[in-house]
């Protein structure tokens, strides 16, 4: 088994995941949040390399295709640096026996040399130690005298005032302790050798790697015999206290049915549908009230944001959420044909927030009702903005007053139907009430289904052709516009339930 440094930590993980990545690669669901992860990473380890100045080495060789990694020309080129005395090496390449790995920044510090791994995260993770405890390992072995290790992460708490200053950006942590997890080293890889080299699927149970760090790109697979809906359909439930459950073999619905320990209101609802085979649950009590507050006119209003890594504008910190983008569905009374429609999508390439807060603050009067799905997220944004434009925040501030939320008679169980599933989301709620309009179908959308791809893209938008600008755009336009135009529809379910 040849054995890189993210295989080990995959293995570290579960030994499976390096077992299905051999056996069983077209099972892998690498969703977009993933993806983002992935850039994001690639992005900070291209900043993190200047952190230590201008003077580095970068010994990175790629194979004819461009894409994957030529180990034996960089660890020449490592022994090379070092024999040369370079003070900083990225990259820097080691293979012993059918281990090896890339140190993301070694330095030549304290009559040795230092380890530093570069993280995208904002905060340590136990992995970590592993994966740094393995870079050891390797070098060890290959005879690098490794006088300390760091782990290099974001700092939340950096504010960019225009001068991108790295060595505020990033934060390094003390000396990392990997002393357990060096201790481990062999047996994790002994026992997974004995796991990857058989081609039959070894015999690991779900657990609590599924999840962590990040959900596990095999998990449809390795729950795939589970029944529909099972344990961990269960909203809002920790994914430890759902593997509690399932190691008991509380598995399915009828397994929990009479479990004492589940008392939310939504889990027994998710339950009890099941079991008693109901197909809607609605309060009309509850969601007559939750009505009355929603007087003419009403604004349906959503927000696309982007996350940069990095932060690009003055006053934001690392993964800001930046708005570029709202929809605006205005209703003025209940006959749809009356509605108006009114939306905003930024420049890209530019900083948006000026232009978005100026414009909503144009499109939204004061006083009026604000209708949003899951409050939190306008609020927040509103918020931010108003903090950044003083000159606006009493508008921005009055429109998060008096925002509605459109979550609340779902996520407190007022309308519940089984094929919700336990997601509240505006994406699972949708088809719920509205199976069969494709209107409604976010499939049916052109580029953009979610709004994790609308923030990957808004950005790239500056350096598309403009025939393709003019296209994302427009996919981007409509796939906001179908947000609130979803949210108006299941306002209008709301209502229908009731009479
Ligand atoms: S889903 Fe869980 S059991 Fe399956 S490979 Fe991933 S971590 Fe292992």
């Not at 059918?98 to 009559?111: F, P, Q, S, T, W």
């Not at 939340?156 to 950006?169: A, C, H, K, P, S």
């Not at 997601?423 to 199976?435: E, G, N, Q, T």
Request: glycine share 4%.
């Amino acid at each position: 088994m040849k054995l890189s440094k993210s295989k080990y930590c995959e293995i570290w993980q579960c030994p499976k995941i390096a077992w299905m990545k051999k056996y069983r690669a077209e099972e892998e669901v690498i969703d977009d949040s993933a993806r983002q992860r992935m850039e994001s990473g690639r992005i900070v380890g291209e900043y993190a390399r200047h952190l230590f100045g201008e003077n580095f080495i970068d010994v990175t060789v790629t194979d004819t295709d461009g894409q994957s990694l030529n180990l034996p020309a960089m660890v020449t080129n490592t022994r090379e640096a070092m024999e040369s005395g370079a003070e900083t090496i990225c990259e820097a390449a080691f293979a012993y026996n059918n281990m090896y790995c890339a140190v993301d920044i070694l330095r030549k510090e304290n009559g040795g040399y230092v380890i530093y791994e570069v993280k995208s995260a904002t905060e340590e993770n136990p992995i970590y130690y592993a994966d740094v405890a393995y870079q050891k390992y390797v070098l060890g072995h290959c005879g690098v005298n490794v006088t300390g290790s760091h782990l290099v992460y974001l700092n939340n708490e950096y504010v960019f005032d225009g001068t991108l200053r790295l060595n505020e950006l990033f934060c390094i942590s003390d000396d990392l302790d990997t002393t357990e997890e060096e201790s481990k080293i062999e047996d994790v890889i002994a026992s997974a050798e004995e796991i990857i080299d058989t081609d039959s699927e070894p015999d690991i149970d779900l657990n609590i790697g599924c999840k962590k760090p990040y959900d596990c790109s095999f998990f449809a697979y390795c729950s795939r015999n589970l029944p529909k809906p099972s344990v961990f359909n269960l909203y809002r439930q920790s994914f430890s206290k759902k593997l509690d459950y399932y190691y008991q073999n509380k598995i399915s619905y009828f397994d929990l049915v009479n479990e004492p320990t589940i008392k939310s209101k939504i889990n027994r609802m998710q339950i009890d549908h099941i079991i008693n085979k109901t197909e809607i649950t609605i309060n009309k009590k509850e969601i007559s009230k939750f009505l009355e507050q929603m007087t003419f006119p009403l604004y349906f209003v959503d927000f696309e944001t982007m996350q940069p890594v990095i932060p690009e504008f003055i006053g934001t910190k690392p993964y800001a959420q930046i708005p570029f983008q709202y929809s605006l569905h205005i209703c003025t009374d209940y006959d749809e044909s009356h509605m108006i429609h009114r939306e905003f999508l930024a420049e890209s390439g530019t900083d948006p927030r000026r232009a978005f807060a100026e414009s909503i603050c144009r499109d939204i009067p004061m006083d009026v009702n604000s209708v949003v799905y899951n409050k939190a997220f306008e609020q927040t944004r509103l918020k931010e903005l108003a903090e950044t434009f003083p000159d606006l925040s009493e508008h921005l501030n009055n429109i998060g007053d008096h925002i509605i939320d459109l979550l609340v008679p779902f996520s407190q169980g007022n309308l519940y139907t089984t094929e919700m599933g336990g997601s509240f989301s505006i994406k699972s709620v949708l088809p719920a009430l509205y199976p069969d309009d494709p209107k409604l179908n976010y499939h049916n959308l052109d580029g953009v289904h979610n709004g994790t791809e609308a923030m990957t893209v808004f950005p790239k938008i500056c350096s598309m052709s403009p025939e393709e600008q003019a296209k994302t755009r427009h996919n981007l336009l409509k796939y906001c516009e179908l947000d609130t135009y979803a949210m108006v529809k299941v306002w209008q379910y709301l209502l229908k339930s009731v009479r």
